[in-house]
């Protein structure tokens, strides 16, 4: 069994969305072959120290893995990448992953129009120029920033429905979605589409149109939800 040399400093930044994250992080190795079967990963000490995380997101992520069958996990021995990890426990993590976005894709199609609905009735001056100020920012922005920026609207968006339970939901769904955000917004396309959508949902919200706000933020969902995958 071998602890193969890997520079998870490096990796630090991409390990820092969560549990989630992380065990998709250590998928993704897996896909790419830098991590292989037998080979061993640090210490949970060592291992947040490398990625800057906290020991509780990295015991997490490892019991995810886990219950995949990705990883066995030993006293004395530590977490071992199992012999099926590649084939039968990997496949599994990604469809659970992308069972996952479906769910979350479903409960953003649910609660995030209706959100959108009720900032249009409730948004401040300085809740619009908010979202005004995300979506100028965005133009021209790429990969991990507009993704970042991307979130940033939609949590807006819910600050400005004034009910801290709606945005709490989608702030719990972005935390879900974060990695396949990131990846969606590699592209140039997508990240124009989302833009223009982003721009439409501002548009109806700044004119109080609480109908147009709806449909707004459903049409784009509907696209980003052929993205997010």
Request: net charge neutral; hydrophobic share 45%.
């Amino acid at each position: 069994m071998a602890l193969r040399v890997i520079d998870w400093t490096a990796l630090a930044a991409d390990a820092r969305s969560g549990p989630a994250g992380l065990a998709a992080l250590i998928s993704g190795l897996l896909v790419r072959g830098e991590l292989r079967a037998g080979d061993r990963l640090p210490s949970e000490r060592d291992f947040a120290e490398l990625l800057g995380t906290s020991r509780a997101t990295v015991r997490e992520a490892i019991h995810e893995l886990e219950l995949k069958g990705v990883v066995d996990r030993r006293r004395g021995r530590g977490t071992v990448i199992t012999p099926d990890a590649g084939a039968t426990g990997l496949l599994g993590a990604q469809e659970t992953e992308l069972g996952e976005l479906h769910d979350v894709q479903d409960l953003r199609a649910t609660v995030e129009p209706a959100i959108a609905s009720r900032a249009a009735l409730r948004a401040t001056r300085a809740d619009v120029e908010l979202l005004r100020d995300i979506v100028d920012e965005a133009e021209g922005r790429t990969g991990r920033r507009a993704a970042e920026l991307d979130e940033r609207f939609h949590a807006g968006v819910a600050r400005a429905a004034r009910n801290p339970l709606l945005a709490g939901l989608v702030t719990a769904s972005a935390e879900r979605i974060r990695e396949a955000r990131g990846r969606a917004h590699r592209k140039v396309a997508t990240r124009r589409r989302s833009q223009a959508g982003h721009r439409d949902v501002l548009q109806a919200i700044e004119q109080g149109d609480h109908d147009a706000a709806a449909d707004a933020m459903s049409a784009h969902l509907r696209y980003a939800a052929t993205r997010l995958a």
